[in-house]
């Protein structure tokens, strides 16, 4: 029944997007967290955006994020690290640009990778 409901929960997950943050921008490479254990592969192309908006719902007063702005496209690379705590991958922007972006207020986004 416990496996079951792990599989279950896994379904749901991997039907949602993925995302994660630059690491570090070295010239043209970008270094992302996520790697092997989070099933990035060589060749993935994944949508750099903005950090959108956070906003409190009149209704429920809960805070809700605003959907970011797609800025840039990535292609991974190389995959770096072991284990899922210190994996990393490296990608190159080939649409779009970061220029004039702080990292910190950009994210990673991924429809569909599967674990």
Excluded at 8 to 17: G, L
Excluded at 61 to 75: D, R, V
């Amino acid at each position: 029944a416990v496996t079951d409901a792990i599989a279950k929960i896994s379904a749901v997950v991997n039907k949602q997007a993925w995302t994660t943050y630059i690491l570090k921008v070295d010239g043209n490479k970008i270094f992302i967290g996520g790697g092997k254990s989070q099933g990035i592969k060589e060749g993935m192309v994944f949508n750099i955006e903005t950090i959108g908006e956070k906003v409190k719902s009149p209704q429920t007063g809960a805070e809700i994020t605003l959907p970011g702005q797609t800025i840039a496209s990535l292609k991974i690379t190389t995959l770096f690290g072991e284990g899922e705590l210190n994996e990393g991958s490296i990608g190159t922007i080939f649409n779009g640009s970061i220029a004039n972006q702080k990292i910190s207020d950009l994210q990673i986004r991924y429809d569909g990778v599967s674990k």
